[in-house]
């Protein structure tokens, strides 16, 4: 979301941080999510732990247990690298989880078999399903964008991120995107909170979608330095994305990024209207970057992991939660162990997940073009 605040990048979303906080802002992709097949509600009660146990009113979701067998792909599933991903998540667990952390702890070095047979013995495994008994949903996924940026404007980098103003309560809306670049108030509550400045509006707008991203910062004195930002506030006004109001105006066919930059190109005269589409605006803050391989924080308050860490609904799964994922593709057949650690605006419902696919231009590639089919399988400790 990491708001984090958590992740396609531009269809309902919304990062995450976005959102949320959100401290990663997932995306959503640039068409509407396809509708859901519904199947007719399972006949076996939900073993859905208590509100208490789970540590929120979980209400969009419910919980079936069911056999392991059910799971696809559970048997040629790494357990090298789920392991690492339930360790990493050992570090800050829920409550429920944290009595499971001593012994995943000590199998960090047992064998695989030993590993894959500790799980089964002590998890249950739940399929997720909505309340009128769809299992059917929708994976879409989120980045890490690096960009260039300076501390100080120009004539070419004259797009300014912010810090979070003072007085912004959470809940309350803000000032609109417009009102932000053309307000006097908005500008005067703005002084002083410019973190840097990017080259491209366009740009400003996919850090604030994915929530949280790194800059290469050239100093005044000359020295670049890498730093991240981090999701802190939003104004509190509603998402909209750009790439939908292009599709349903029918000015594009393609809303990638790519494309929703070819058309910017073709309408330079456009491009400030079509930015205050979106009149949600995220705020930042700066953290120093000590390991460029250690992921963005997510809403967990833990390194996101490339590949293993989900964005989710909290009120369908609690922070922490592994859970065993299958999507068929087409962008990326994907059967794995995954842990719910981040959440965003766009990610609504019982079977709906953001994956967190890394740092860089390569994993906003597949991240921005990643919407297909998913189902979800909670594991949760036995009694």
């Known amino acids: 979301m990491l708001w984090g605040l958590l992740a396609l990048l531009v269809a309902c979303a919304s990062p995450s941080p976005a959102p949320v906080p959100v401290s990663t802002a997932p995306s959503v992709p640039a068409t509407a999510p396809p509708r859901a097949v519904a199947s007719s509600p399972s006949s076996k009660q939900p073993e859905l732990p208590s509100p208490e146990v789970l540590g929120r009113d979980v209400r969009r979701s419910r919980w079936v247990a069911v056999d ?9 599933e790494s357990m090298a690298e789920a392991w690492n991903v339930l360790l990493a998540n050992c570090e800050r667990p829920g409550a429920t989880m944290a009595m499971l952390c001593p012994d995943i702890r000590r199998l960090s070095i047992a064998s695989e078999q030993e ?5 089964v013995r002590r998890m249950q495994a739940h399929r997720l399903e909505s309340w009128e008994g769809d299992v059917n949903g929708l994976l879409t996924a989120y980045y890490e964008p690096i960009f260039e940026a300076q501390r100080q404007p120009s004539e070419l980098f004259a797009t300014p991120l912010h810090a979070a103003p003072a007085g912004l309560r959470t809940g309350q809306p803000w000032f609109t995107r417009q009102e932000i670049d053309t307000s006097p108030a908005a500008q005067a509550a703005l002084k002083g909170r410019v973190i840097a400045w990017l080259a491209d509006p366009v740009d ?13 910062i050239s100093e005044p004195d000359g020295q670049v330095r890498t730093v991240r930002l981090s999701y802190a506030a939003s104004n509190e006004q509603p998402y909209q994305s750009v790439g939908r109001w292009l599709l349903d105006k029918g000015e594009v066919k393609d809303a990638s990024w790519p494309g929703i930059k070819a058309w910017m190109q073709r309408n330079p005269q456009r491009v400030q209207s079509l930015l205050w589409v979106n009149t949600r605006y995220v705020f930042f803050k700066e953290e120093a970057l000590p390991d460029a391989s250690v992921g963005p924080r997510g809403a967990q308050g833990l390194p996101l992991t490339a590949g293993r860490s989900i964005a989710v609904d909290p009120q369908s799964i609690p922070y922490g939660t592994p859970l065993w994922l299958a999507s068929p593709g087409p962008t990326q057949a994907v059967q794995r162990l995954v842990v719910a650690q981040d959440t965003g605006s766009a990610i609504v419902g019982a079977v709906r997940a953001d994956l967190f696919m890394g740092t860089g231009p390569q994993a906003g590639e597949v991240a921005g073009r990643l919407k297909q089919p998913l189902r979800l399988w909670a594991l949760w400790p036995r009694p």
């Open 68 to 76: 392991w067998e059910e799971l696809p792909g559970w048997n040629q």
């Open 115 to 119: 590993q894959r047979e500790w799980l």
């Open 204 to 216: 400003a707008l996919i850090l604030q979608i994915q929530g949280s991203g790194r800059l290469r």
